[in-house]
């Protein structure tokens, strides 16, 4: 399985904007599936985005869509989550997540990934 590390994180006022990126080892992040998913305290984690290995198939929560935009590069091994207009609503700790697969089907489950970050802290106020 890939190692996932995020960095990004920070406080950022209403309206502002801040991008999370996501460090992958090993050799396989191309043939992965990966998402962003948060955790505010006092609530459960919630899929925020998911990228497909084919960088082009996206899906966005809707309380994000519009604002987020998830992206990936695999040559770099790397995932991005840049994050405009953002509220206090999105002040929560957020996780970088994979799984061993091209197909991303239940993307919003928990259980769907085999990799997890140790995540990164946004706070919006």
């Known amino acids: 399985h890939v190692q996932l590390v995020e960095s990004g994180g920070g406080s950022v006022k209403t309206g502002g904007s801040l991008k999370l990126s996501c460090a992958a080892s090993g050799n396989t992040f191309s043939t992965h599936c990966v998402a962003w998913f948060r955790q505010a305290p006092g609530k459960e984690r919630e899929g925020v985005a998911v990228v497909y290995t084919d960088d082009v198939t996206i899906h966005y929560a809707d309380s994000v869509n519009g604002r987020f935009t998830i992206s990936r590069d695999n040559v770099k091994k790397m995932l991005y989550l840049q994050m405009d207009a953002l509220k206090p609503e999105d002040t929560a700790m957020y996780y970088c997540?994979?799984?061993?697969?091209?197909?991303?089907?239940?993307?919003?489950?928990?259980?769907?990934?085999?990799?997890w970050g140790q995540g990164t802290q946004v706070t919006v106020s």
């Open positions: 997540v994979a799984r061993a697969s091209s197909w991303c089907s239940k993307w919003r489950a928990t259980t769907s990934y085999d990799a």
